[in-house]
């Protein structure tokens, strides 16, 4: 089985137990309840300078634990002081020690727009999102049919939220494109792998089309780096490990101007 694959399993396997106690019906309704979502692409907007996605993010199953965050409202917070455009949450339980909980705590703690970071193939997590205040919610191609990846796409618009289309090749650029994604994500990481290629970014950019806000994903651990993804055209990054493992206002400053 492959990491993705396990990392979706586990993710629905989660979601099943939750919904023991919170059934469809009862999720569904507490989305319609929530207050009305922001609007991301307004946020994520390109400017003149780069805009940046900043992630909560405290283990991964590539580089293991990376930081306690015993308070991801104050780091949330602190990424909005340094000038994030908005605010990423791992909400993945088993490798990433996300929660929703951590989502609810950020959205109540920031004006910016946040995005559910996690391995959703299901109607009930999308729902589970909007309840929980997100604004953004991350579609993998790589882990979607793409039946499935235009149904999951069509709940996140219908809800008000805007879908981070993350893809890894040319052909996931298209198939994200097919369904009329408005925010595409070039990941460099393979998620089977783990292998980082920073150069990806700028190979599919060409084939994403200027109304497309672009956003290149992972491998930023500095300023060179930003700058560099900004030649190769992308008007967002996502940064997670570098925030942190670091002081997250002094390198939001330095990336921002980078
Ligand atoms: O980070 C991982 O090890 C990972 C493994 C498998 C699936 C997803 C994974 N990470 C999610 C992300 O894409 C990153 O958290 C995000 O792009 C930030 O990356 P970084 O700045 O390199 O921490």
Redesign the pocket.
Known sequence: MS??TE?VAGALTDAEARRVDLPLSAVERLAAEAPAPLDALDFLRPADKVKIIA?V?RS????GR?ADIPDPAALAASYEVGGASAI?V?TEER??LGSLQDLRDVRDAVSLPVLR?D?IAEPYQVFEARAAGADLVLL?VAALEQKQLAELFALVSELGMTALV?THSADEVERALDIGAQLV?V???D?AT?E?DQELFGRLADGIPGSVIRVA?????TAADVAHYRRAGADVV???????TGDPVARLEEFRNA
């Open positions: 990491l993705l990392l992630e993010k991964s199953p590539s580089r990376l990423s791992l490798r990433f970071k391995f993998i993350e994500g990941n460099a990481r998620l783990f980082l994903e992972s491998a930023v651990k996502l940064v997670g490990e570098a925030l942190v």
